[in-house]
């Protein structure tokens, strides 16, 4: 937001650097969202107009159909009942008008001079960011050593801080661990088909419901805990369970795959949210009901 310019808004963007810098540090990954262009300006890479496209292409449509209006047939005659915008200012990325030069209020767009002014206004749309990149650069410098994004692309670093949005299930094969069973038992068996299966928006709610989070580290050598598959003796054709402290997958007896992936599913998607547990024991537990420690 080109307009979070006061200082608790450069603050906010600060720490949003010091989240992307830890999650480097402590190689866990974070799963942010963020354009291309923002990855693309902390590796200190220009901007062009296709990235501004890939995010406001209206904005750009726009832009090049007043350059280019001549070929319309409009002409300096017609060209002020045409076009609505009288000045050199644009409305930004939040929708406020400003200025593409200093004083764009006083310089009146005329055809003449229309191409100047998309230059500009591509430009000033580019660069309108500015004071919020560099708080976020000043968060990660806070941690890691910002140079070193120079000799970087943008997609490097964006899989550096958010590790790869595809749960690789030959990565988590390599650091599963099984305890009461072994890669034989047929709860592993079907475990493996059933992940074969999920598409990858389920393998994403599995790795939630297990650990607390949705990607994987990209290198083997930044996973830090192994992934524990272990059987346990509570109701047959039951509901699995989790401990997200320990990457742990708590699996019951199932009389068959299908019963499992059923149960499976419904586990990882509608037990979304770890914030709750607390509550819920200690309610269940006023009601005198009893729940499996480490239930998600």
């Known amino acids: 937001n080109p307009d979070s310019t006061s200082p608790d808004c450069l603050l906010q963007y600060r720490f949003l650097g010091i989240l992307l810098g830890v999650a480097v540090r402590t190689r866990k990954p974070m799963d942010i969202h ?3 262009s923002v990855w693309k300006r902390l590796v200190s890479l220009p901007l062009s107009t296709q990235d501004i496209d890939s995010v406001d292409s209206l904005f750009v449509s726009s832009i090049k159909s007043l350059s280019n209006i001549d070929r319309s047939g409009i002409t300096s005659e017609s060209f002020g009942s045409v076009i609505p915008i009288e000045r050199y200012h644009i409305q930004n990325s939040n929708g406020t008008l400003a200025p593409i030069v200093p004083g764009g209020e006083d310089i009146k767009l ?6 100047i002014f998309a230059v500009n206004a591509l430009h000033s749309r580019i660069e309108e960011s500015d004071a919020q ?10 941690i ?11 997609e490097a670093l964006e899989e550096w801080v958010c590790g790869k949005p595809e749960i690789d299930l030959a990565l988590l094969q390599k650091i599963v661990r099984y305890r009461d069973m072994d890669r034989t038992h047929n709860l592993v ?13 389920d393998r994403v709610a599995l790795m939630r419901f297990v650990s607390g989070r949705s990607r994987l580290p990209t290198d083997i050598a ?13 109701s047959k054709d039951g509901l699995p369970t989790a401990q997200t402290c320990f990457f742990q997958l708590r699996l019951p007896d199932y009389t068959s795959e299908a019963v499992m ?8 998607h509608n037990c979304r949210s770890i914030d709750m547990d607390n509550y819920m024991l200690a309610r269940n537990v006023d009601n005198g009901q009893m729940l499996d420690d480490g239930i998600i």
């Open 222 to 234: 930044d996973v830090s805990q192994r992934f524990q598959i272990m059987k346990t003796d509570k």
């Open 261 to 268: 992936e059923e149960k499976l599913r419904y586990a990882i």
């Open 133 to 142: 990149i560099e708080a976020i650069l000043e968060g990660l410098a806070s």
């Open 110 to 115: 005329t055809f003449g001079n229309r191409k």
């Open 189 to 201: 068996e079907w475990f493996w088909r059933i992940m074969n299966r999920f598409s990858n928006d």
């Open 34 to 36: 963020l354009a291309p």
């Open 144 to 154: 890691i050593p910002v140079p070193l994004f120079r000799f970087m692309t943008a």
